[in-house]
């Protein structure tokens, strides 16, 4: 039985019988194992504790520089998404200071479709020094949530997507508006 985040996202306890209950499959979003060597990503094991409170409960996906867990929070008793980058992006990353900046600003970033950074911090593994990113749990890909839709029609799950399109326009622009832009020089550097 597979249960999805939604459901997940319910619980007001750790989800032990939830974990003893699914089935996960493997898909494609599998990293390359070669990319757990020092300087890349964090070996972790479900049920990992991370900042002494981020319990990890499920892989949520994968890339080029980190990966990304569903965990429980011990402190505040919900649900997180934990982004562990890879050592070498220590130095690369600008993520926490754009959040950092964000915050100074005073933006309600929900309320803009702007993903909140919760809590961050460094931890130290068999590679090197990793950042840690705790962020709400957004849910799935919204492709993947369009397609699944059901039994929406064609119309409809056009005019879905265009929805969404419009929110990640709205925060590009708010993005846009306070100097910040990708690949472009941040306004704190």
């Given at each position: 039985r597979v249960t999805s985040l939604a459901q997940i996202a319910i619980s007001t306890h750790f989800p032990t019988s939830i974990l003893d209950e699914q089935s996960f499959q493997i898909g494609e979003d599998v990293e390359d194992i070669f990319s757990y060597g020092p300087g890349g990503l964090h070996p972790v094991v479900l049920g990992n504790t991370f900042n002494q409170r981020y319990t990890v409960v499920h892989k949520l996906g994968s890339g080029g520089i980190a990966t990304v867990w569903l965990v429980?929070?011990?402190v505040d008793h919900r649900y997180f998404a934990l982004k562990i980058m890879r050592v070498d992006q220590l130095e690369l990353s600008k993520e926490v200071q754009v959040h950092q900046y964000l915050a100074r600003l005073n933006i309600d970033l929900e309320e803009n479709f702007i993903c909140p950074l919760y809590d961050n911090f460094l931890h130290q593994g068999p590679?090197?020094?990793?950042?840690?990113?705790v962020l709400p749990l957004a849910g799935d890909c919204v492709s993947e949530y369009i397609n699944r839709s059901f039994p929406y029609t064609k119309d409809q799950k056009i005019e879905q997507a265009r929805h969404y399109g419009r929110q990640l326009a709205h925060a590009v622009a708010v993005l846009h508006s306070v100097g910040i832009a990708h690949g472009g020089k941040p306004p704190f550097s």
């Open positions: 429980w929070d011990q590679n090197g020094t990793h950042f840690g990113f």
